[in-house]
């Protein structure tokens, strides 16, 4: 199984910008990798996915516009970056791999999550 570490989280003002990554170690990132959030008291929801090829991404609609999910295949990692960030943005980002039926809407299959990193955003 694939071993997903988050990093790039943090305290940051509304406007401002993040970056995440998600570096994976014990095999290669072979399908459809996203990101996933979760707020205090709130279920967990999708983000944005990209495919291998990284020729198809989906992005939540709270955050079309302003977030970009991108891919290093040779690196085994995968990016958020994170621009105009709202309070309402403030959450527990996770990665995940093996994705399958991803769209807007999210993802029907996830077959490996990351501990997740926290990002803040203050008003």
């Known amino acids: 199984q694939v071993q997903l570490v988050e990093s790039g989280g943090g305290l940051v003002q509304a406007g401002g910008s993040l970056r995440l990554s998600c570096a994976a170690s014990g095999r290669t990132l072979s399908y459809t990798v996203g990101w996933f959030r979760q707020a205090p008291g709130k279920e967990r929801e999708f983000v944005a996915s990209?495919?291998?090829?990284?020729?198809?991404?989906y992005y939540a609609n709270s955050v079309k516009g302003r977030f970009t999910i991108s891919r290093d295949n040779a690196k085994n990692t995968v990016y958020l970056q994170m621009n105009s960030l709202k309070p309402e943005d403030t959450a527990v980002y996770y990665c995940a791999a093996d994705l399958s039926g991803c769209s807007d809407n999210g993802c029907q299959f996830i077959g490996s999550w990351g501990q997740g990193t926290q990002v803040t955003v203050s008003s």
């Open positions: 990209i495919t291998r090829s990284a020729i198809t991404e």
